[in-house]
């Protein structure tokens, strides 16, 4: 078969990028197997940025059946074409040259076309600089003859003049590729955000064309692209991206308020400034902390008065409680964010006693505890304070000091449970015996001294005393 090659190398690079040895053998057993096999995608991008590589998606002539049967134990995983083949301990997606048709919803192609080219295949694809394919014809007699034996670089959109420039620029008509799925426009502010790319002009003109699309996604598509924008070094590149163009706007519009809100804290910043940079301040690893940063201002716009925003906390919590529940996170990812938001507010003064640290420590709690002083901390900064003012790193030191001490916290760590009530006090069983023990945590968290057997027995049974 007669095709175009775009498999010209760069000047002066060998035509050849590292994949790994697993991905090598499954290219390899396509090609024996006479069927044309490429790697594409993000991993060709990263690989020839010098990034580390995600994942590797294979795509190929073979039809599915066709990868199944070359692959023994391999799944046929959906409609789509893609076939998981399980290789050491990584699974690799295969999929099958495809073309899209019939975008009705602004959001997925209702069919797929297989193909027996590359080319249409990359055609589909974002941006030019994940359309680049890396491999070559399979195994057939001519085929082979003419040269085509060796792998090389496919890249018909001139993705590497884009990658060389760290540019982000759709394949095709911009307009048209965010009418046939509204998602790309959230994609490029993701992939701008991770890489360090500039969104190129006709294309984040489109995206502020096209960005009232953007309310017909899914929550969960749009909370897995915000999850990886929050993961980025700098989320607020993108956010601000995401602000300018209008889909800030359509997708999370409570945010979008936050924008003109005046505020005392750095001079010129609005509120939504401070939110910016409250995000970036958190660590970019602390997924939930990034999530809280970025929400834990949002009640203020509805609470200003007077430059005020009385309980901004409490109705942020609610708001941010609504807004993750659109977006489809879990359950427990949610109640920590709105845990946070909810307690962001906390002021500390060195006049604590040692008693209010630990009460502290057993309100917010052990697990949520790091991350509600790293959200400090990172409002701090978004303050435009440094990240222990305020307190903040006495604070630490001596909720450190408390843990060290290993005091009680809450009544698992009483030296008496409901069942030491029940049988050395005589008592039956009901909500007094709640009642008792948390009369007694109390009196331990302001005396750790009191945690012991005799003395918190003898403590209860004053208790019941003074109730009759
Ligand atoms: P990452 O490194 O974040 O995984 P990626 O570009 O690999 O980035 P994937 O979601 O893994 O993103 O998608 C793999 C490839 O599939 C992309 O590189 C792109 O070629 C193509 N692709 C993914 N989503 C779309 C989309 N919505 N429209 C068109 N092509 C897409
Ligand atoms: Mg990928």
Do not use: C
Request: hydrophobic share 45%; aromatic share 6%; glycine share 8%.
């Amino acid at each position: 078969m007669d095709r175009p090659s775009h498999a010209a190398p760069l000047p002066g690079e060998p035509d050849a990028i590292a994949v790994p040895p697993a991905v090598l053998d499954l290219l390899g057993t396509l090609w024996a197997a006479g069927h044309d096999a490429f790697v594409v995608g993000g991993s060709v991008r990263d690989a020839l940025l010098g990034r580390p590589a995600a994942d590797w998606d294979l795509a190929t002539s073979a039809r599915p059946e066709q990868i199944v049967e070359a692959f023994p134990g391999s799944v046929y995983e959906n409609r789509f074409g893609t076939v998981a083949v399980r290789r050491d301990d990584d699974v690799f997606e295969i999929t099958t040259f495809r073309s899209d048709h019939d975008y009705a919803d602004f959001r997925r192609p209702h069919r797929v076309e297989f193909g027996d080219d590359i080319e249409p295949d990359l055609a589909r694809r974002d941006f030019t600089v994940n359309a680049i394919a890396w491999g070559r014809t399979g195994d057939r007699g001519a085929a082979k003859a003419d040269g085509s034996g060796k792998p090389a670089i496919v890249d018909p959109f001139d993705g590497r003049a884009d990658l060389a420039t760290r540019t982000l620029r759709a394949v095709g008509d911009p307009i048209r590729r965010f009418d046939e799925d509204a998602l790309r426009m959230l994609r490029a502010v993701r992939l701008a955000t991770v890489l360090d790319f500039t969104i190129e002009p006709a294309t984040l003109e489109a995206i502020a064309a096209r960005a009232e699309l953007a309310r017909h996604l899914s929550g969960e598509r749009v909370a897995a692209e915000m999850a990886r924008l929050l993961a980025a070094p700098a989320p607020s590149t993108g956010l601000r991206l995401m602000e300018t163009s209008g889909l800030l706007r359509e997708l999370l519009p409570e945010l979008a308020a936050e924008r003109g809100v005046a505020q005392n804290k750095v001079p010129g910043d609005d509120l939504w400034d401070h939110t910016l940079r409250s995000v970036d301040a958190a660590a970019a690893d602390r997924p939930i902390v990034r999530w809280a940063a970025l929400l834990h201002d949002i009640g203020k716009p509805a609470t200003a008065a007077d430059g005020h925003f009385y309980g901004h906390d409490a109705v942020g919590a609610e708001m941010a409680e609504a807004i993750l529940g659109r977006l489809r996170l879990p359950r427990a990812v949610i109640d920590r964010v709105v845990q946070l938001i909810r307690q962001h507010m906390f002021m500390y003064d060195s006049g604590w006693s040692d008693a209010a640290v630990r009460r502290f420590i057993g309100k917010v709690g052990l697990p949520a505890l790091d991350e509600l002083l790293d959200l400090r901390a990172a409002d701090n900064v978004g303050s435009g304070r440094p990240a222990d003012a305020g307190g903040l790193g006495e604070l630490r030191r001596r909720i450190d000091e408390q843990l060290a001490a290993e005091v009680a916290l809450d009544r698992a760590d009483l030296q008496v449970d409901g069942g030491d009530l029940i049988t050395e006090l005589g008592l039956s069983p009901g909500p007094l015996i709640g009642r008792l023990l948390d009369d007694l945590l109390e009196r331990v968290i302001a005396d750790p001294a009191l945690n012991d057997r005799p003395t918190l027995l003898l403590l209860a049974q004053g208790a019941l005393e003074e109730d009759r």
